[in-house]
């Protein structure tokens, strides 16, 4: 008589998050600082980094650029977020002008053996204006301000002294607000950002691929669309598409 393996439930996780006494998570590998805390830089992957596009470096390796030449990925820093455990986020932002938008970030960290068992707020500001966006970026001045909020109010918790692009003054002189754009998008993703600014520029990804290969750009005959670029290749494109006129 054969036994029927009976199957697992697809709304079973492959694995349940539970935190020790200390606060940790079960089964993920911490590193740990020479006085005992969190190393959580060390914990954030190169994938989440970018070189700084406002300095002129020599090598686009992450892994030999020093932290003040490096920015950092919104999604990066939710990994750590959620690595290190909240109960709350809470925003408020203000527009004290039509093209000027500030937002302020709350979070609920939960107890760890950091804080001493005890649960800690910790709250940080973030702007979106003329001196931090350029382009279509204008149109999005609201979630900007709050991803940015979000960005800081986290590093500053854990302690990450790499800043995001938004942190950087990219024009000092207040340009053209562009005209706004109801698509929703994901400011967080630079490959939609590409995508849609190649809308834009009525610029097609062929295009794209071609101009890569002339450039002997790595493994760029191998591209089959936008995901398959390097987001460190992409912040390059779009400053480059962005300065081509229509």
Same mark, same amino acid.
């Given at each position: ?13 492959? *694995? ?11 089964? /993920? ?66 527009? =004290?002008?039509?093209?000027? /938008? ?7 960290? /939960? ?18 204006? =003329? ?7 204008? &149109? ?31 024009? !000092?002189?207040? !340009? ?13 993703? =630079? ?19 071609? *101009? ?12 089959? &669309? ?21």
């Amino acid at each position: 008589m054969y036994m029927v393996a009976k199957k697992k439930s697809k709304c079973t996780p492959p *694995k349940s998050i539970k935190r020790n006494e200390h606060g940790l998570i079960q089964d /993920v590998d911490y590193i740990f600082n020479e006085d005992g805390f969190i190393d959580w830089r060390s914990m954030l992957k190169d994938k989440w980094l970018y070189p700084n596009p406002s300095k002129k470096l020599n090598t686009s390796e992450v892994s030999k650029l020093q932290d003040r030449d490096l920015c950092i990925l919104l999604g990066g820093i939710k990994e750590l977020a959620q690595i290190r455990g909240f109960t709350n986020v809470r925003y408020s932002l203000h527009s =004290p002008s039509s093209d000027y /938008v500030v937002a302020s970030c709350e979070i609920t960290w /939960v107890p760890n053996y950091e804080t001493e068992g005890s649960e800690v707020v910790f709250s940080s500001v973030g702007d979106a204006g =003329p001196h931090n966006t350029h382009g279509f970026g204008q &149109s999005f001045l609201g979630p900007i301000a709050e991803n940015s909020a979000f960005l800081r109010c986290v590093r500053n918790f854990l302690k990450i002294n790499v800043v995001a692009q938004d942190e950087i003054a990219v024009n !000092p002189t207040a !340009p053209q607000r562009a005209q706004a754009d109801t698509t929703t998008i994901d400011i967080s993703d =630079p490959k939609t950002l590409l995508s849609k600014l190649m809308g834009e520029k009525n610029i097609n990804f062929t295009q794209i691929k071609t *101009k890569l290969e002339k450039e002997d750009y790595p493994n760029a005959e191998d591209f089959s &669309s936008v995901s398959d670029i390097p987001n460190i290749k992409i912040f390059e494109l779009l400053d480059r598409i962005q300065k081509i006129k229509i």
